[in-house]
């Protein structure tokens, strides 16, 4: 046996413990209750505080093997754990206990002829696994959301990021076992091997869902390999889409922040469609404020006449999502021009228009296909917070199962209960 | 050019043509209202019993092939379209048109505090890939279930029912252009090439779900090269558990209509759970009545003493999903050993306990993790009717997205609608 074919084995019989320790820990977690899952987090977020030293020493044994391997300073700002970064994730741990939890809950109950009681039940998806990169509050976070929401969760961070994901994952299984939970429902993969990604996203038995966060590179590669389903981000293409009867000052100001709110979100808008009628009126000085903000422009022929500083866009242009100080603008002849355009171009993410026609409004909400679709409102919008979700594990660009930012009910799946006294099928 | 490498060249570009279709008739379907659906399924239903000898005569060069390749007489029998099948067909067509539409209905609406209304619309899945086997009714109906929840199917019937399938398959396209909808909002793939099913669950551009309903086999080997998600149905190993508490006449009544209601069906139990305290009352009777019926028994070894007609079940009796008249028997000493052998042997299909105590009815609707959980319910319940969803495109064993019984609402996702006037991010 070579060495190579050794470690091999070991490191399926690994992925196959973190798997099958997930799934028995997954079905004592299903069934218990809010105040066990709760007391769960309030410990863990007051021993982040209470071990803030220890946890600074592992993240900066990590800190300084980025930063020899030459990580870039925003990136390494993002891996280091300070008291505040701390206190923040504590903060999210007791936001997370105080959310209500949707495991049990029943809806669409209907009483049949026959007398029985349909309806569903809310129950954790079962197994999550999360892959993500360096951050390590990710893994409070998503630790946090698969446990309120009776997930167990395999956690397998950025090598960046080991030894303080390590400390954080012994943090979280204290404070588990302090609560009477059993510590597997929370496992960190314990090694950097790239390997064990690909036996995690192939573990159908063990594992219901993976979540990938990161770009979309290592998304597509994932996609091409994982046997278990994907809750997963691609592309937020997003568009603004300024109709003919829009109120030019609530447009102004709705196509300024959502280019220019973050550009590196989803949400951010990365085209912007202009009806032809109001053009004139308002692409003048809206091009000036984006300039004002060093905003890049570029723009169809027709905006060009209007904003001579802008560059020829190009159909690479409409494709791209910049998430950068760059902007696309396109002149359109109508809203079924701009829905043709949105049909063509956009990722299905976000997409707003600005009107004030209820016949507008009404059609580009039903007839543009993406996961969120706003009237009056700027693409920024997309994040779980401001849709009344609580904090989000990620925002989803699937068509199935969960769409948009995904909160705690996008961990859970439902059964059928159907409840008698002895009704037979007829 | 070898013929091989040009036959694959036409068969992708034929598939890639049909995605093409698809997704384009997709688009305008997505926004046709009821009445225009509801009156393309009306026109069907009429035409198919208005052109009954022809669709006879093709099925005829069907049922004469199968016959010559030497088809079972119970397949046949499955194959042939008669004035009665086409009548039956004609009537699931106007239930389906009568049944309520899902598209374009909100929930969960909420005002968040900055004034913006959140809410969740119900919107088609898109394009729908259906791949079954000989029964040339699935035509019928897939394509109804799909049209009427607003999405474009692409229909890979069975090799056997080519014929029939291609016949059906023009006069629903004739009622869609009757409605004024797309044509090709239903295509029967016009090709017997097995590649095509290969080509269709992997045009995942432009296919949103495919459907999968055949053997375990098939959806295997579908699943390991599909890059589409899927909505399927694997095993259905079903459980019933009689509880110490349980009404032992309910109790008799539910786990013999549970086993010899149907025994091919996937909500069939396959395996009876009995509580050690009345297992001595309830289970001489009760075997006596199965044996009536022919039904073949395996117990474990306390069972055998009390039904020595049994044979010995061995642990692949606990694992199979018989879909035949041979039951297997387990007494168990509490309610907990009956959930530990579900949640060892069960495929999550359906499970029923039979009980008055409350405080194990809840445990068990809590704990049991399948798709379908009963309390004093035979488990051949399962079916979308009896559940009052209508007629079901088929039952999922998925964990994700559709559960159990899949009708009108499980062939249609959600957006998200945030509707402002001007309000930005804070």
Not at 126 to 132: A, F, R
Not at 411 to 424: C, D, I, R, S
């Amino acid at each position: 046996m070579t060495t190579d074919t050794s470690t091999t084995t070991t490191l399926d019989a690994d992925m196959l413990a973190y798997g099958q320790q997930a799934r028995a820990a997954s079905r004592l977690l299903m069934r218990a209750d809010d105040a066990q899952k709760s007391a769960a987090l309030l410990h863990i977020a007051s021993r982040l505080q209470a071990q803030a030293e220890v946890l600074k020493a592992e993240n900066a044994q990590d800190v300084e093997k980025a930063r020899a391997n030459g990580l870039e300073p925003a990136m390494l700002d993002r891996l280091t754990l300070s008291d505040k970064s701390l206190a923040l994730m504590a903060t999210g741990l007791r936001q997370i206990a105080a959310l209500e939890d949707p495991v049990g809950s029943r809806s669409e109950t209907r009483i049949r002829p026959n007398g029985m009681r349909v309806s569903k039940m809310r129950i954790p998806l079962g197994v999550v696994g999360i892959i993500y990169e360096s951050r390590p509050n990710v893994t409070v976070d998503a630790a946090a959301l698969c446990l309120k929401s009776g997930n167990a969760a395999i956690l397998r961070g950025g090598s960046e990021a080991f030894c303080s994901n390590q400390a954080l994952g012994q943090i979280i299984q204290e404070g588990l076992a302090h609560a009477g939970l059993p510590t597997h429902a929370v496992q960190t993969i314990n090694t950097t091997d790239r390997a064990a990604v690909g036996r995690l996203i192939t573990l159908a038995d063990y594992v219901d869902v993976i979540i990938p966060r990161g770009g979309k590179g290592l998304i597509r590669r994932l996609e091409a390999e994982a046997t278990v389903p994907m809750i997963r981000h691609l592309d937020g293409n997003c568009h603004v889409y300024i109709d003919r009867d829009a109120d030019l000052k609530m447009a102004h100001d709705i196509a300024f922040q959502a280019k220019t709110y973050r550009y590196g979100v989803c949400g951010s808008m990365e085209t912007l469609l202009v009806h032809q009628d109001v053009a004139q009126q308002i692409l003048p000085a809206l091009a000036a404020a984006y300039i004002e903000k060093d905003v890049e422009l570029r723009g169809c022929e027709r905006t060009r006449q209007l904003v001579p500083q802008a560059a020829p866009a190009t159909d690479e242009d409409w494709a791209t999502e910049y998430l950068a100080a760059i902007l696309a603008i396109r002149i359109v002849d109508s809203i079924d021009e701009a829905m043709v355009h949105i049909a063509r171009w956009s990722s299905g993410h976000t997409e707003a228009i600005v009107t004030d026609s209820l016949t507008a409004a009404n059609r580009f909400q039903r007839e543009v296909d993406s996961s969120s679709v706003y009237v009056n409102l700027p693409t920024v919008f997309a994040d779980g917070f401001e849709y009344g979700l609580g904090a989000e594990i990620g925002i989803s660009t699937n068509r199935l199962h969960a769409r948009g930012p995904v909160g705690l009910e996008g961990l859970t799946t439902y059964k059928w209960v159907l409840e008698g006294n002895g009704q037979l099928r007829g």
